[in-house]
């Protein structure tokens, strides 16, 4: 099994900034892609960044510029820097990786999510 845990959510105000984090463990072997979406009420899931084993990185247009996604591979940890943000960036953010496990399995795995609000 594998499991996603975010931190570093929280109420912050307009043009302030935050970091979340994600880490994954439990029988991983390697994880190739790992990216943020977020949720805001009444909208659908959006992908927000995202890095893959080789260190490219895709932007959504609306936080291009903002924010910045690296990771650490070492400890399977994946990182949103969060700059200049804005009341539309509310949202509940989610961590997904897409996972090699022991098991030979390639699955993509959820975290449960943690809450950004931004205050005008």
């Known amino acids: 099994q594998v499991q996603l845990v975010e931190s570093g959510g929280g109420l912050v105000q307009a043009g302030g900034s935050l970091r979340l984090s994600c880490a994954a463990s439990?029988?991983?072997?390697?994880?190739?892609?790992m990216g943020w979406y977020r949720q805001a009420p009444g909208k659908q899931r959006e992908l927000v960044a995202v890095?893959?084993?080789?260190?490219?990185?895709n932007f959504a247009d609306s936080v291009k510029g903002r924010f910045t996604i690296s990771r650490d591979n070492a400890q399977n940890t994946v990182y949103l820097q969060m700059n200049s943000l804005k009341p539309e960036d509310t949202a509940v953010y989610f961590c997904k990786a897409d996972v090699l496990s022991v098991s030979r399995s390639r699955t993509d795995y959820w975290g449960k999510g943690t809450p950004v609000t931004v205050s005008s």
């Open positions: 890095i893959r084993s080789g260190g490219s990185t």
């Open positions: 439990g029988s991983i072997v390697s994880i190739n892609a």
